[in-house]
C-alpha cells in the first residue's frame, strides 16, 4: 500500500480506507486544485433554487384551498366532484394547484438524482425520465380538468 | 450510485484490547478506530483502557497518555491543543470535535474515537485533508482588487465592516462541519462543503475586496454551492460557534437580489 509522507505530496496516491480510492482512482496525477476546481461553474442554479421557493409558497394556499374543498363537499361520489370541478375559478385554481405541483416536485426529484445518481450515463437518463413523467402527469392532470371542466361526462 | 456500505477495504473488524492494570480503580475505556495503511489490512477498533485518574482533563490528553504509554504507533493530528489550530478534528461519540478542547468530563465511561467521517484515511485517527484543503484554495481566500492600496497606510474599513467579517474570519479551518454534511459526504468531488463556502462568503462581503461579484459568478453552480440542502449539521458542530450555513443561505440570498 501507499506510504503517505505529508498530504499534499502524496495526493494523487491511491489510499486505502473509507472511500478514498473510489474518489481518486489509480493513475490520477491531476493535482489538487485542478481537481477541486473540476469542469468549473455551470453559471446556473440561481432559477432552479428560486422557482423551487417560488412554487412552494405558490403551493402553501393552494393545497389549503383544495383541503379545504374537498372536506367540505357534501359528498364525494362522481358527480357531486366533477360538479364542482367544473365550476370556473375551481377549474383555474386546480390547474394551477396540478402545475405547481408538478413544477415543485420535478425542480425537488431532480436535486435528489443529482445528490445520490453518480454515474453521468445514469444521471443524465434518470433525469430525462423524471423531466418528462413530470410532464405527462402535468399535461395528463390538465387535460382531465379541462375535459370536465367542458365536456361534462367523461 | 450513493455508496450504502463502506468499501470492502475500509470495513471494521475487530481489534485488540489493552486492559487496565489490575490495581485501577476507575477504568475509562477509549474505542479508537485504527487503520495502518502498511499493514494493508482492514481497519479495527482497539480498545485502551485507562485508570480514570491518569486521563488527563481533555480527549487530547488521554490520546497523548495512550501514545506515551500504551501504543507508540497510534497517530493523530495535534499542535495548539487550546482550539486555535484546527489540527485535532476527529469524530468523538459520534460528534465532529476537536480532541484539545473536549472535555472527558462531560464524556461516559466509555469514549469512541474516529476519523473525521467519510475522508480517505492517512493512519488511525489522521484523515487525507488534501481535497478539502484545494476547495478552500479554490475559492481564492485572499484580497482581490484593482484600486492599489494607499501608499501611505493599509486598506481602511470602518467599525461597522470588519464587525461582519470578524466571525467569519475567525474559521481555523478543522473540517469538523464539511466532514459532518451530508451533502458533502455523498458529493464532496463538486460540492464545495460549508467550509469553503463560509470562506467564500468572508471575502465576498469584505469591504475592501473588489471581486464580489466574480465571486458569486464562480460559485452559481448546481454542486458547488446548491448542494447544500439546509441540513444545519455544519453550524451545530461548528467548535469556534461559527455559522457557515447561514453564510451559504447569504450567498444564495444575495444571488437572487443580483438578477433583479
Ligand atoms: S467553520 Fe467551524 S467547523 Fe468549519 S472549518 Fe471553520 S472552524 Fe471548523
Ligand atoms: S447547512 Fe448546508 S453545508 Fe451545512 S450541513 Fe447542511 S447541507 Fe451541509
Ligand atoms: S490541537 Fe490545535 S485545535 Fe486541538
Given amino acids: 500500500m501507499t506510504k503517505s509522507s505529508g498530504s499534499m505530496s502524496s495526493a494523487a496516491q491511491p489510499r486505502p480506507g473509507r472511500g478514498g480510492e473510489a474518489r481518486q482512482g489509480p493513475g490520477n496525477l491531476r493535482s489538487p486544485l485542478g481537481r477541486a476546481i473540476g469542469a468549473g461553474c455551470a453559471k446556473q442554479g440561481v432559477q432552479h433554487w428560486w422557482t423551487q421557493r417560488l412554487s412552494a409558497v405558490a403551493l402553501v394556499p393552494l393545497a389549503i384551498w383544495f383541503?379545504?374543498?374537498?372536506?367540505?363537499?357534501?359528498?364525494h361520489d362522481y358527480s357531486?366532484?366533477?360538479?364542482?370541478?367544473?365550476?370556473?375559478?375551481?377549474?383555474?385554481?386546480?390547474?394551477?394547484?396540478?402545475?405547481?405541483?408538478?413544477?415543485?416536485?420535478q425542480l425537488g426529484v431532480r436535486v435528489v438524482v443529482e445528490d445520490y445518481v453518480h454515474d453521468s450515463g445514469t444521471k443524465s437518463l434518470a433525469l430525462a425520465l423524471v423531466t418528462f413523467f413530470h410532464v405527462v402527469v402535468a399535461v395528463a392532470g390538465v387535460f382531465a380538468i379541462l375535459k370536465v371542466a367542458f365536456g361534462g361526462a367523461a | 450510485m450513493a455508496d450504502f456500505r463502506l468499501p470492502a477495504n475500509s470495513r471494521i473488524r475487530k481489534g485488540v484490547t489493552h486492559k487496565a492494570p489490575e490495581a485501577?480503580?476507575?477504568?475509562?475505556?477509549?474505542?479508537?478506530y485504527r487503520f495502518d495503511p502498511d499493514s494493508g489490512e482492514n481497519?479495527?477498533?482497539?480498545?485502551?483502557?485507562?485508570?480514570?485518574?491518569?486521563?488527563?482533563?481533555?480527549?487530547?490528553?488521554?490520546?497523548?497518555?495512550?501514545?506515551?504509554?500504551?501504543?507508540?504507533?497510534?497517530?493523530?493530528?495535534?499542535?495548539?491543543?487550546?482550539?486555535?489550530?484546527?489540527?485535532?478534528?476527529?469524530?468523538?461519540?459520534?460528534?465532529?470535535?476537536?480532541?484539545?478542547?473536549?472535555?472527558?468530563?462531560?464524556?461516559?465511561?466509555?469514549?469512541?474515537?474516529?476519523?473525521?467521517?467519510?475522508?480517505?484515511?492517512?493512519?488511525?485517527?489522521?484523515?487525507?485533508?488534501?481535497?478539502?484543503?484545494a476547495?478552500?484554495?479554490?475559492?481564492?481566500?485572499?484580497?482581490?482588487?484593482?484600486?492599489?492600496?494607499?501608499?501611505?497606510?493599509?486598506?481602511?474599513?470602518?467599525?461597522?465592516?470588519?464587525?461582519?467579517?470578524?466571525?467569519?474570519?475567525?474559521?481555523?479551518?478543522?473540517?469538523?462541519?464539511?466532514?459532518?454534511?451530508?451533502s458533502y459526504w455523498w458529493n464532496s468531488d463538486r460540492y464545495l462543503g460549508p467550509a469553503a463556502l463560509l470562506a467564500a462568503y468572508r471575502w465576498i462581503i469584505d469591504s475592501r475586496d473588489e471581486a464580489s461579484g466574480q465571486r458569486l459568478d464562480?460559485?452559481?453552480?448546481?454542486?458547488?454551492?446548491?448542494?447544500?440542502?439546509?441540513?444545519?449539521?455544519?453550524?451545530d458542530v461548528?467548535?469556534?460557534?461559527?455559522?457557515?450555513?447561514?453564510a451559504i443561505a447569504e450567498i444564495k440570498k444575495m444571488l437572487v437580489e443580483r438578477q433583479s
Fill in chain 2, 24 to 32: 485501577a480503580r476507575e477504568v475509562r475505556a477509549f474505542r479508537i
Fill in chain 1, 80 to 105: 357531486t366532484v366533477s360538479a364542482w370541478m367544473a365550476q370556473g375559478w375551481t377549474s383555474v385554481f386546480l390547474i394551477l394547484f396540478v402545475l405547481s405541483a408538478a413544477w415543485h416536485s
Fill in chain 2, 135 to 182: 476547495q478552500y484554495a479554490s475559492v481564492k481566500p485572499w484580497l482581490l482588487a484593482e484600486t492599489p492600496a494607499p501608499p501611505d497606510r493599509e486598506r481602511l474599513q470602518s467599525k461597522a465592516e470588519q464587525e461582519k467579517i470578524d466571525r467569519p474570519a475567525a474559521c481555523i479551518l478543522c473540517a469538523c462541519c464539511s466532514t459532518s454534511c451530508p
Fill in chain 1, 67 to 75: 383541503a379545504v374543498s374537498m372536506l367540505s363537499l357534501p359528498s
Fill in chain 2, 218 to 235: 464562480a460559485l452559481e453552480d448546481p454542486f458547488k454551492l446548491y448542494r447544500c440542502h439546509t441540513i444545519m449539521n455544519c453550524t
Fill in chain 2, 238 to 246: 461548528c467548535p469556534k460557534d461559527l455559522n457557515p450555513a447561514k
Fill in chain 2, 43 to 133: 481497519p479495527r477498533v482497539d480498545t485502551f483502557e485507562l485508570e480514570a485518574g491518569e486521563c488527563g482533563q481533555m480527549v487530547l490528553d488521554a490520546l497523548i497518555r495512550i501514545k506515551s504509554t500504551v501504543d507508540s504507533s497510534l497517530a493523530f493530528r495535534r499542535s495548539c491543543r487550546e482550539g486555535i489550530c484546527g489540527s485535532c478534528a476527529m469524530n468523538i461519540d459520534g460528534l465532529n470535535r476537536l480532541a484539545c478542547i473536549t472535555s472527558l468530563h462531560d464524556l461516559g465511561r466509555e469514549v469512541h474515537i474516529y476519523p473525521l467521517p467519510h475522508m480517505p484515511v492517512v493512519k488511525d485517527l489522521v484523515p487525507d485533508l488534501t481535497h478539502f484543503y
